[in-house]
T-cell receptor
């Protein structure tokens, strides 16, 4: 079974600085997708960024980028120029190519200090 | 366009009771998935429904059931509630059944269930 591990329960960053959130996963599959979701206090999960395993190029979305290391099964999220609105729980998620159920990590709570 | 809507936003039940949670997907989305998020943990997959049929099921007891209606809305039912069923229940909708990067899941704000 696929498992997702987020080893940092909490992280803190100064406003305008850069922070990296870690995620590792375990799978025997070769075709899959990886996601980072943000969950603010409003509870709604918001997609931040996604990566297709067959693509070597790391995904980027504005201030958000990933470092995808397929051999190491690592998928970290880098947030540049952190803003107060980035404060939230961040979840790393894995989804097999053949189905729709996602496996989530336990999450990392990000605090942004002004 | 409206996003994924869930109702109610929160409710309180007692052990042994039954509960029904509702979800309306984004217009045009045919797949609905349900997740349980216990406090301090990541969401866990419960069910996926696509075109009114169950397409996937997580490791949950038979007390949990769901269905999808012709308009693609969905209900999650939980019987004989236990204290451990207290959680945030999230619904996610997507265009298709799965298998492509474009089949992104969009989440609702969830229903907070407290079992006393």
């Amino acid at each position: 079974a696929q498992t997702v591990t987020q080893s940092q329960p909490e992280m803190s960053v100064q406003e305008a600085e850069t922070v990296t959130l870690s995620c590792t996963y375990d799978t025997s599959e070769s075709d899959y997708y990886l996601f980072w979701y943000k969950q603010p206090p409003s509870r709604q999960m918001i997609l931040v960024i996604r990566q297709e395993a067959y693509k070597q190029q790391n995904a980027t979305e504005n201030r958000f980028s990933v470092n995808f290391q397929k051999a190491a099964k690592s998928f970290s999220l880098k947030i540049s120029d952190s803003q107060l609105g980035d404060a939230a729980m961040y979840f790393c998620a894995y989804r097999s190519a053949g189905n729709n159920d996602m496996r989530f990590g336990a999450g990392t709570r990000l605090t942004v200090k002004p | 366009d409206a996003g994924v809507t869930q109702s109610p936003t929160h409710l309180i039940k007692t052990r042994g009771q039954h509960v029904t949670l509702r979800c309306s997907p984004i217009s045009g989305h045919k797949s609905v998935s349900w997740y349980q998020q216990v406090l301090g943990q990541g969401p866990q997959f419960i069910f996926q429904y696509y075109e009114k049929e169950e397409r996937g099921r997580g490791n949950f007891p038979d007390r949990f059931s769901a269905r999808q209606f012709p308009n693609y809305s969905s209900e999650l039912n939980v019987n004989a509630l236990l204290l451990g069923d207290s959680a945030l229940y999230l619904c996610a909708s997507s265009l298709g059944r799965g298998g492509t990067a474009k089949n992104i899941q969009y989440f609702g704000a969830g229903t907070r269930l407290s079992v006393l």
